[in-house]
């Protein structure tokens, strides 16, 4: 199998993973799924106040991750060692534990200002793994919680259980994928020296500027995504065209202008391919221009969709200020200041003015460029 088949059969794979994992848990996030688990243990438990407590294993911590009637900020102690407290000891038996008189208990993870008098924690456990911990204070009505409330708590706390553990595969699956779709853009550049990082540092410039025009959090990374695949198709271009150097050939460059074409067809062969829609169009079109001077389909201003406008502008600074064996890069001023010149004419221009204010906030430093590490 050869290295282009290879990096052909990872990048379906890998998108045929996201596709799958977003199919099955379409807009599942992890701090919605903790705050929805404890709103519904309060609606049915009739408490005062709740906190969702989470073990991060690889910290070996308790966080208090969700609360009801209690701000977090005001508890004790945010943070518990594994083991710690009654929320510790519930979590290391996997029994539940009902408290009628918290006066008597010495326990900082119960220390809540002036609140319970009677608590009920209840561990979060599925697939064998314990996940964290409920805990519930005081009955709105004024009574205690009682054995029967501790029955139902545990029953729903093993179905709100099984919820967490699915958002934290995800969650844990999102964050793999991003890691190896980095990768694979780094193996995709590693054909040509030259542009080393370049897919990357597209992808960061495109993904700042979803950001700065306020596109939510899917969309920004569904444009990262789109921006980190942009060039798949030169996977399909010879290397003699691909690591020339010199100067393209009337006849190479044309070669070279067939990726579009390449990206695009790849990315379509992705079932169910529909999540990957947008990735395909910008594969295809982000050499358009605004002016119809483009390629591969002459589109003019906003016919060319807005993610390929994006990584049409992102990738055109990058490639400016990259050099090149025949061609010294420019500096990231005189990069903007082409960007400026040709906006309107080549490219969006509310665009373009948005990636300007970014180069300005960092003072045209791409050392001080922000990074995608929130992502």
Avoid at 94 to 110: P, R
Avoid at 132 to 140: H, S
Wanted: proline share 2%; net charge negative; charged share 25%.
């Amino acid at each position: 199998m050869t290295t282009i088949t290879k990096l052909e059969s990872k990048v379906k794979e890998l998108s045929k993973l996201l596709g799958a994992l977003k199919e099955l848990n379409a807009a599942i996030d992890l701090q919605d799924i903790s705050q929805g688990i404890l709103d519904q243990m309060v609606m049915i438990s009739e408490a005062k106040g709740a906190l969702l407590w989470v073990l991060e294993k690889e910290k070996n911590l308790i966080v208090a991750k969700a609360s009801y009637g209690i701000p977090i900020d005001s508890l004790p102690k945010q943070t518990l060692s594994d083991g710690e407290g009654i929320v510790g000891k519930v979590m290391m038996t996997g029994k539940a534990e009902l408290i009628t008189d918290t006066e008597s208990v010495i326990d900082s993870s119960v220390a809540y200002p002036s609140l319970a008098t009677t608590i009920l924690t209840v561990p979060l456990q599925a697939k064998g793994q314990v996940l964290g911990a409920i805990q519930l204070m005081d009955k709105e009505n004024g009574s205690h919680f009682d054995t029967r409330d501790r029955e139902l708590a545990v029953i729903l706390a093993e179905q709100s259980a099984l919820a967490m553990y699915n958002s934290q595969m995800y969650d844990e699956l999102y964050k793999m994928f991003v890691s190896m779709i980095r990768m694979l853009a780094e193996a995709l550049d590693a054909r040509d020296p030259l542009t080393k990082g370049h897919s990357e540092r597209v992808a960061r410039y495109a993904w700042l500027i979803g950001k700065r025009m306020k596109l939510d959090d899917q969309m920004c990374f569904e444009l990262y995504q789109a921006a980190i695949l942009h060039d798949i198709g030169k996977i399909g271009i010879e290397d003699r065209i691909l690591r020339k150097s010199t100067g393209l050939t009337e006849s190479e460059y044309e070669l070279m202008k067939t990726h579009t074409e390449i990206g695009a067809r790849i990315l379509s062969a992705i079932q169910p391919n529909r999540f990957f829609q947008k990735s395909i169009d910008t594969a295809m079109l982000h050499h358009e221009r605004m002016d119809g001077s483009g390629y591969p389909k002459q589109l003019k201003g906003e016919e060319i969709p807005l993610f390929a406008r994006i990584v049409g502008v992102a990738d055109a600074f990058d490639a400016m200020t990259t050099d090149r064996t025949y061609s010294e890069g420019m500096s990231v001023r005189d990069a903007a200041a082409e960007l400026i010149r040709c906006k309107g004419s080549l490219f969006d221009t509310d665009i373009v003015d948005i990636f300007i204010e970014i180069l300005e906030n960092c003072s045209y430093d791409l050392r001080l460029f922000p990074n995608t590490d929130d992502m």
